[in-house]
């Protein structure tokens, strides 16, 4: 009796860990830069720090959802271009346009998802060609970098909020949101359930192709956000802006918690992971290393981590 008392402690102690292993590494990644840089914890240096990554956890969160279906989509940075370049060119002089146009590119996405449930075809062929799509559209759109993105949209940024810089209010919001939506309600249920068990799903009565188109149109609707998020920050758009974004998404997902599996992913563990994942490039610049560096140091981090939930829970 008492060895089977025992046996829960470690995998809860386990649980936990993997909970906060995120965190753990977000908390080390603002400790170097406080050893660099003690002063850049004031408001303006928060919101310096912090600024860039409010389209990365955007992007991060639309490829939770598609993540959270066993999928993956590798057309996110393409996409995201694609944003930028509406934005710089349509938003302000036309704005019908412009909305037509990103409404297209949500349907498009709900398209793909459709595509993939009833070809049974594998998402990572299918978004990839996808991304040429995109990519091909944004040059249409706008051939060469430029634009002006609306003084409405660029002056968000800017805004001043009690206490904490904006991004960390909008990060802390999306974590609260995507947490509510996706781990507390019935919908959250059946977005994990369409990924971990369609089989199940389909015998309870629902439908896992309109399961799959919805999610994969609330997951373009995410990647326009961090499209705007982003045109806000440079005031410009172009097609090639984001290529980044696509492998720096997945990782923030899985850097959170997430599996490819399907059906386990964790929205405020891959807000940690985007902001985490941000704070990279800050660091490596602090250390005067090049940026080329940047990418295999982030790639690096996530491997440690990975490693790090292996030893925790057994699994990454």
């Known amino acids: 009796m008492p060895d089977a008392i025992a046996r829960p402690r470690p995998l809860a102690w386990r649980a936990l860990a993997d909970a906060w292993l995120p965190l753990i590494v977000l908390a080390a990644m603002l400790a170097a ?54 934005c710089a060119v349509h938003l302000d002089a036309e704005p019908l346009t412009a909305a037509a146009l990103l409404l297209a590119g949500i349907g498009a996405y709900a398209l793909v998802g459709a595509l993939i449930q009833l070809r049974r075809l594998p998402s990572i062929i299918v978004t990839l060609g996808t991304s040429f799509v995109w990519t091909g559209c944004a040059v249409l759109v ?28 909008i990060a802390a919001g999306l974590a609260l949101v995507g947490h509510l939506v996706v781990m507390k309600s019935s919908l959250g249920v059946l977005v994990r359930g369409a990924g971990g068990n369609p089989r199940a799903m389909t015998r309870a009565g629902w439908s896992v192709l309109r399961l799959r188109v919805g999610i994969y149109a609330a997951a373009g609707a995410c990647n326009v956000a961090a499209g705007l998020a982003l045109s806000a920050l440079t005031t410009s758009g172009a097609p090639n802006i984001a290529p980044a974004y696509t492998l720096l998404s ?15 992913v964790s929205p405020a563990g891959t807000v940690v992971g985007a902001m985490t994942l941000s704070l990279v490039g800050s660091v490596l610049t602090f250390l005067s290393v090049p940026p080329v560096w940047q990418i295999g140091a982030q790639g690096l981090i996530l491997v440690a981590v990975l490693f790090g939930r292996v030893l925790t829970r057994g699994r990454a």
């Open 33 to 86: 830069i406080g050893m660099l840089r003690p002063g850049v914890f004031g408001m303006f240096g928060l919101n310096l720090l912090f600024k860039l990554s409010v389209p990365l956890i955007l992007a991060a969160l639309s490829q939770m959802l598609v993540v959270a279906l066993g999928d993956i989509d590798l057309s996110t940075g393409a996409f995201i271009g694609f944003v930028t370049c509406v």
């Open 250 to 264: 997945i990782a923030a997902v899985i850097l959170g918690g997430g599996s490819f599996v399907g059906g386990i």
């Open 142 to 169: 706008l051939p060469a970098p430029g634009g002006v993105a609306p003084a409405w949209l660029t002056a968000i940024p800017r805004l001043s909020m009690p206490l904490l810089p904006l991004p960390l209010w």
